[in-house]
């Protein structure tokens, strides 16, 4: 009777089986890229991947649903993983982003690639240099990939609403004149993405002080550690999750200026350039309108809190170390560092000085007297007064 | 709740009350009580809303999704609160000068060179070199110590306070040194605070609880000639300043409970 009842029960459960499988398989490729390189033949296997010569651990497994979810999902993997026509892969090249990626840019119908991005950041403070204009230990400036992975599509969530729904709604919108779906949904992520910023302030200042704090770095390139800027109302409104709180590129790049693009100061196209600084004080068109009436003195100023160099041009000697040759940043602290500058940091100091003896001074004092004024007390009171 | 609630030799002493003739003196009347209780909570307020600035990162996160609404409060009631204390200081101003109360407060606060020998004096006591304490007047050197740097802590916090408030008409340089001064002289104020007034009104040893004294207004009789026996003689050889300082004997004060149970709308009793 049992064994009978299993007997019926088998075939609908078989098809259920059968339904979910076909319809959880039929979900799950419904975003994701054809496979049209058949890379996923052995990239699917979760395991996949060795130690390299440095014995860095490199995993080589894809997650094809979440690969399709990514700014890069409608790439074809040879698109920038060009070569690796031999398996095993043994005419392995970097990935160059400046590589045209077999993707028109709409606005130019032109192959993509991101070639303009690159141009600007060579340019930039951050740029490795070239012949013409060579720079110094070029392998501690950051790639591309020192900022950037390939990120994930995340909904769209903001003044109109907190959650998936908001994505939803809009692209039940699109639908109706865009019939091609995954299309769609690829250019809504995308224009999306970049309605907020990728990352928090916090990561900001993460992504940037793992080169900006370390002092043997920067001092081969001649500048003096940021950590100073751990001294400033900026960075209090950012340790309390503030959002559009002051972090590096609020002022480096604020608004209508490009990562990409961040320029020493005294470039004269420069945001931190003291002829742009009341501009990028008041950050007037950005989300955050910062110091809406900021003066030129206001503005004049140094952000940071004052550090090494000013020290140095101060007349404080910075000794070398073992691992620290500061002769670049003592050479580079005479011309950042102007007179004035020194001499507000010399006032500072001795403010700074007055109070330590003030507050050690009255405070040991008090700590004396009441120490004495409580043996008194208990001797002429008792214990518990 | 002090120690000195806890002696059973205190509350016996203090539950004595005025039905065994035992006096009370007024040591601040109305408005100072309610000055000192605006400035105490003010002072809270500003100490641990400012103090949230320095907080290290780990623990500003630690509020985790409230951390941005944390901060945006901190800065209100940062801001309200030393509006407050400068609007209190403004009106104590006002009240040294055109009120009877006032002048006399000021007259008896400012520093004259007894001070300096009362100090003196009163160490070599603390030390054991003299057998008997100075006479006090109604304001010892501690409290004329503890006044003027309240006053002058006051100014440089609110002034230093106004120009952050407004950063962007300054220099930085200016700024610089607010953002510094602001900062190592709430140190000083805190510190201060807490070994300096915290520990001599709560902490000190000594015959009777004074630690009420900020909502009554009262000290009793014993208290009076321990701590404060110079005044305590001039009271007691001038009617008029009997009038004045002892409780009760203004007819205004006839009708006055006595001071043993105490409750926070004793506040509203005047003297």
Known sequence: MRFKSLMLIKPYCLAAILVILYVGNAFSQSDAIPDTENCLLCHRYPSMGRFDKKGIKRIFYINDKKFANSVHGNLRCKSCHVGLDEIPHTDIKKVDCSTKCHVKEPSTNKEFSHINMIEKYQASVHGKGNKAKPISFPEDLPTCKDCHNNSMYIPFSGMWGKSEALSNETLGRCFGCHPEKQWAKKFYSHFTQRM??????????????????????MARHGLETVDTYKDTFHWAQVKFGVENAPDCISCH????????????RTDAISPINPANRVKTCSNQGGLQTCHPGATAGFAGGRVHAYGVKAQMVAGKEIADTENLDM?????????????????????????????????????????????????????????TG | MSNKDLNPEVSAHNSAGPETGKRYFI??????????????????????????????????????????????????????????????????????????????????????????????FNMFYYLGFKKEPPEFDRFSYKQKFEYVALIAGSIIMSATGLLLWTEYKWSKFILDIATLVHGMEAILACLAIMIWHLFEVYLLPRKSSISKTW?????????????????????????????????????????????????????????
């Open chain 2, 27 to 120: 040591r601040l009347n109305l408005s100072e009580r309610l000055q000192h209780f605006i400035l105490f909570a003010c002072f809270i307020v500003l100490a641990v809303t400012g103090f949230m600035v320095m907080l290290p990162e780990v623990v500003a996160q630690a509020f985790g999704g409230a951390s941005e609404t944390v901060f945006f409060y901190r800065g209100i009631l940062h801001r309200i609160a030393g509006i407050i204390l400068i609007s209190v200081g403004m009106y104590h101003f006002l009240y040294l000068l055109f009120t009877r109360a006032g002048r006399r407060w000021l007259i008896d606060m400012l520093p004259r060179p007894r001070d300096l020998k009362d100090m003196i």
């Open chain 1, 253 to 264: 790049a604020p608004v209508g200026y490009t990562t990409h693009d961040i320029r020493p």
């Open chain 1, 196 to 217: 907020r910023r990728r990352r928090s302030p916090v990561e900001i200042i993460v992504l940037c002080t793992r080169c900006h704090e370390d002092s043997e770095k």
């Open chain 1, 327 to 383: 002769s670049l940043v003592r050479k580079r602290a005479e011309s950042d560092i102007s007179a004035q500058e020194a001499f507000y940091y010399t006032i500072l100091e001795y403010i700074r000085l007055f109070y330590k003896v003030l507050i050690g001074g009255t405070i040991g004092f008090m700590c004396l007297h009441q120490f004495l004024a409580y043996r008194s007390g208990r001797r002429k009171h008792g214990k």
């Open chain 2, 215 to 271: 909502i009554t207004g009262l000290i009793d009789e014993d208290e009076m000639k321990d701590e404060f026996a110079a005044q305590y003689k001039k009271i007691m050889d001038d009617p008029a300043l009997q009038k004045i300082y002892i409780h009760g004997e203004d007819p205004a004060d006839q009708k006055a409970k006595t001071p043993l149970e105490v409750k926070i709308t004793d506040l509203a009793r005047i003297h």
